[in-house]
């Protein structure tokens, strides 16, 4: 700008101030144009200041700027880009501006840069022409926008009486160096324009020395541009190459979405919105059909927004809402193309898409939405969606230059939003996977009371290879189960889960602890020969503990057998903690160790706490540390809720290793009282059945079952006769009443019963079939020198669920 050639001219189009700059673009001195018409270099105006003059919406835009063609003084003639501005003085007087330059004459450079942006593209430009004393004779409407200066309260006053407090001498100083000096200056300055006191901008000030006909001094010619825009544009591209890192922050497909359209407002769009396939946020893989389906095109998902006005509904449609696309909108052609649409001047007309979506078509009424562009985003030769740009508040439509930044900023953002695509899909997967390898809550029975706590070193997953369990067993009896694979995460969790089958399939069998982790151990190892053998390393068990407790509240005896994991901790009701002393055994694979059991009676109401080594152990703080504060916060108040005592020791010890799972398996124990269970030893002689059938109904009879005595006649005729018969040494006959009925009978045969089917000839076998029908679950078991066959029953208004 200052480079351009400036010129005054009156209503008539006659030149009534000349500039330096002016006689260097068309070669005739001052002296020979002022007094003359404009149109003696400027043909086109001849005609043209008459009709702005009268058209009102000339005047309402303040003026002309395109290219025409100019008269040099030497023949030739010039391609120059041109602005002719309107100028206001005293009572309504009016005046016009021409500012000049070669097209030609600019470098590529300059034509992509300020100049291109203040001249081509019709950047306003503020205008204040003063005279000698430097009092404001002219003006146009742009610089009050600039400044907020009324036009009224600045003609006929200089600068500090106008803008009081502003850079007054520093600017008048300038305008009397050029007055002197003939020559042009250029002043930079900040403020907030009146139309955006959001932020301040920054502002270049040309001042041109205006010449009359004998080329003395008229005035000077102030002309101040909004540098803003540049800046913006260079914001923008320094942005481009920081999107790697403003976008992709999380891992979440909506958060990446927010953050790409956060990105593109203001810099920009004045509103942009990120609109993906439904599956997306779900972690599945965009639908390859994005037919139309009846009225409406493909169901998106609006997954981020953005607005110069936050909060302004914008948009039919808010974040997380879906969005459907009718099928003649530009959405089908991009989502199935993969192709962008750039719409400069938005059409919403009658016949064209917009009219066919009336929702879209109200908020662009209403928002002034005037340009758009419409952006695939595509990752991994898949559409994800489609990101939208709209202008509504900046004037200057979209141009190719603002489509290829938009395509390059969604292509960076394409592969964060498809990374956080994949990972909820592998986040799901975990998820579901948790739910299925732990318990969703562990229940209290009759034999304990229970609560648990699971924290899994891979937070964003959610699961680990740590696992515990609570497994009910014949005869009131529960298992308790901590366990532990080396690793963490979904790979971890896995193992884990293999391990916890078949620990679950081995406690079904009532197998001894010790015995059961025998059998486990075996499980482990074959399990990793057929890992190795298929050449599948991922899920190979290399390294895995386990404890296994077995509590009989009948006997209040607890049995434990552990595989190289920490010992539990015993309180007992006064609060006295001990780490019972139990052979260690070796990890589970391992193999030719045995494992062995220790027996212990607790007192009811007895906390056992099972627990992990990442609950006690860090790399900073020894094992036996940890085992002691957790023995210490349980003592303190053995008596409160299992529930609080295990928040209180997650708080109790905050170091746990960020490297390693958690988890926490706390029970109280109760006892059944002697008049929930009769027993009685039987001889072995054919006529005690109906013996035992008599002793069974009378104390039914006392516990109030009296809705249980046939079947349960049946059940213990069934199992008595069985252990005469097919078993060997004095037979007992135990029933137990909890939230169950069990009825047990054994003998010292190690030969168990098995459920066959029988033939309509046969004479025996029916024993067992017959039991299973009239029963809840059936079983066997072996003790110590002891075989024992159970079944359970329902008690009248129960259905036993709460003991899956």
């Known amino acids: 700008m200052p480079d351009s050639a400036i010129a005054m001219i009156d209503g008539e189009g006659t030149v009534v101030g000349w500039t330096s700059t002016a006689e260097r673009l068309v070669g005739y001195a001052a002296g020979e144009m002022v007094g003359r018409p404009v149109w003696f270099v400027l043909p086109f105006l001849q005609d043209a200041l008459h009709t702005w003059a009268a058209s009102q919406q000339r005047r309402a835009r303040g003026g002309w700027s395109g290219t025409a063609t100019v008269h040099h003084r030497d023949g030739h003639t010039l391609h120059a880009s041109l602005r002719v501005s309107l100028l206001w003085g005293r009572d309504g007087a009016v005046r016009w501006l021409v500012s000049g330059t070669n097209i030609a004459a600019l470098s590529a450079v300059e034509i992509a840069g300020s100049v291109r942006e203040s001249l081509l593209t019709r950047t306003p430009i503020g205008i204040v022409v003063r005279d000698l004393e430097l009092r404001c004779a002219w003006v146009n409407d742009v610089i009050g926008l600039q400044d907020g200066v009324p036009r009224d309260r600045r003609l006929g006053r200089r600068l500090p009486e106008s803008r009081p407090g502003f850079e007054s001498e520093a600017f008048e100083a300038v305008m009397r160096k050029v007055l002197s000096s003939g020559t042009t200056a250029v002043h930079e300055y900040r403020a907030w324009p009146l139309a955006d006191r959001c932020r301040e901008h920054a502002f270049a000030v040309s001042f041109f020395c205006l010449r009359d006909a004998d080329g003395r001094p008229l005035g000077v010619c102030s002309m101040s541009v909004d540098l803003t825009g540049n800046q913006r544009a260079r914001e923008r591209l320094a942005i481009l190459t920081e999107a790697s890192t403003r976008i992709g922050s999380t891992l979440d497909v909506m958060q990446t979405s927010q953050e790409l359209a956060d990105l593109a407002v203001p810099l920009l769009a004045d509103y942009a919105v990120v609109d993906l396939a439904e599956s997306v946020p779900l972690g599945e893989e965009p639908a390859t059909d994005i037919s139309p389906r009846g009225e409406h095109g493909p169901a998106l998902c609006r997954a981020g927004l953005a607005s110069i006005h936050p909060g302004a509904p914008e948009s039919p449609w808010a974040r997380g809402e879906p969005v459907f696309i009718p099928p003649a909108s530009p959405w089908i052609s991009v989502l199935s193309s993969g192709a962008s649409h750039l719409e400069p001047n938005l059409d919403a007309s009658r016949g064209t898409w917009v009219d066919e979506d009336p929702a879209r078509a109200q908020s662009i009424r209403e928002n002034g939405i005037h340009s758009m562009m419409l952006v695939p985003i595509r990752a991994r030769r898949a559409t994800l969606g489609a990101a939208l740009f709209v202008r509504t508040e900046e004037p200057m439509p979209f141009q190719e230059d603002d489509l290829l930044l938009a395509e390059e900023l969604v292509t960076r953002a394409a592969l964060s939003l498809d990374n956080a695509r994949q990972y909820t899909r592998q986040h799901t997967a975990a998820l579901a996977l948790q739910r299925t390898l732990l318990p969703q809550g562990v229940r209290d029975s009759a034999a304990i009371e229970a609560a648990s706590r699971y924290l899994p070193a891979d937070v964003d997953n ?15 009896r529960v298992a308790l189960v901590v366990g532990d694979v080396v690793g963490h995460g979904i790979n971890a969790a896995a193992t884990m889960g293999r391990l916890r089958t078949a620990m679950r399939t081995l406690a079904d069998m009532d197998l001894a602890p010790a015995e059961l982790l025998c059998h486990l151990d075996d499980t482990v190892r074959r399990q990793a020969e057929e890992d190795v053998a298929a050449g599948d390393g991922r899920h190979m068990i290399i390294g895995a503990t386990c404890l296994y407790a077995v509590y009989d509240p009948v006997t209040r005896r607890c049995t434990i057998a552990r595989a190289g994991h920490p010992p539990p901790a015993v309180v007992d009701p006064q609060g006295k903690v001990t780490f019972p002393d139990l052979p260690a055994g070796a990890p589970l694979g391992v193999g030719s160790v045995p494992f062995e059991a220790v027996e212990t009676e607790l007192p009811e109401g007895t906390l056992l706490a099972l627990y992990t080594d990442g609950l006690v152990e860090t790399r900073d703080r020894d094992i036996d540390v ?27 010890l905050p170091a746990q ?17 002697p008049c929930q269970t ?26 109030g079952l009296d809705d249980l005595i046939t079947d349960t006649e049946l059940i213990t005729s069934e199992l008595v006769t069985n252990a005469i018969r097919h078993g060997a040494g004095p037979v007992a006959l135990r029933l137990i009443k909890h939230r169950l009925l069990t009825c ?38 072996w003790t110590t020198g002891r075989k024992v066959v159970w079944a359970e029953q329902d008690l009248p208004g129960h259905d036993g669920k709460e003991l899956a």
């Open 462 to 476: 959610g699961v680990g290879g740590d696992w515990f369990d609570v497994i009910p067993l014949s005869g009131a």
């Open 626 to 652: 940890g085992m002691r504060q957790l023995g210490a916060t349980l003592a303190a108040q053995p008596q409160r809720s299992l529930d609080d005592l295990c928040s209180a020791v997650i708080e109790a």
């Open 657 to 673: 290793s960020p490297s390693d799972d958690v988890t926490l398996l706390l029970t109280r124990t109760r006892a059944l009282s």
């Open 678 to 703: 009769m027993s009685w030893d039987l001889p072995r002689d054919p006529a005690v059945v109906c013996s035992a059938r008599s002793l069974v109904t009378r104390q039914l009879a006392r516990w």
């Open 744 to 781: 047990e009978v054994s003998d010292a045969s190690r030969s168990f019963p098995l459920l066959r089917h029988t033939g309509s000839t046969d004479e025996y076998g029916r024993g067992i079939l017959l039991v299973s029908h009239l029963s809840r679950r059936w079983g066997c078991r």
